[in-house]
């Protein structure tokens, strides 16, 4: 598979989707546990349009959205995947990857993927819920598993896949003040997507796109 055609850092901003930011109550455990036992009418944005990238049916695959239990509030865990990858290479992504057959459903896949990409067992993980599916332009439909995670754990990052593990805390992320629409013109057409840089971290893509998601869903 071939890497992205085009550099996201180097794209102008088009806009900033500028919508108020989640109740700092709604970031709280007790809260985001009850909001996906009983959600509420959402609609969730448009997934990633094909780049031409992938052949044939979307790859089934999960990742694990990590919410750390700080005392200073919840943050989110994410890794920066290595340069020598073949998909998404050099990205800021949650921690997952594609369903095996062992697997018993998306959750598990997640969990599974997440001990073995940094070694987070699932023990101290608690998941609250998952969020709708969410298809890649590079030819993956991605189960969000939205999961509650209980210091203190030890990380082990796999250092073929993961290059950097890091945390970004969850209000920053779930304010619509940060999160920048970019665009580039590409061969099969204008192609839109959604950018949150944190520091020297800059998080797009499918990562920032399922984040919008998360960030609606909260708002709802």
Known sequence: ????????????????????????????????????????????????????????????ASVLVPLVLREDGLRLLLTMRTAHLNDHAGQIAFPGGRA????????????????????????????????PLYYTGTGYAVTPVVGLVTPPFEL????????????????????GANHQLLAVDLPNGRRRFYAMPYQNYFIW????????????????
């Open 1 to 60: 598979m071939a890497k992205t055609p085009f550099d996201p850092t180097q794209l102008p901003i088009e806009a900033i989707a500028g919508e108020a930011a989640v109740l700092l109550e709604r970031l709280a455990p007790d809260w985001l546990r009850q909001r996906f036992a009983a959600p509420p009418e959402w609609t969730p944005e448009p997934s990633e349009p094909p780049l031409g990238l992938h052949r044939g049916a979307p790859t089934p």
């Open 100 to 131: 095996e057959q062992s697997d018993a459903d998306a959750i598990d896949t997640a969990l599974r993927e997440t001990a073995e990409e940094i070694g987070l067992d699932r023990r101290h993980i608690d998941v609250i819920g998952t969020l």
């Open 156 to 175: 082990q990052a796999d250092p073929f896949e993961v290059a950097e593990i890091f945390e970004v805390p969850f209000h920053f992320l779930m304010d």
């Open 205 to 220: 893509g499918a990562t920032a796109g399922m984040l919008r998601n998360l960030f609606h869903f909260l708002r709802a």
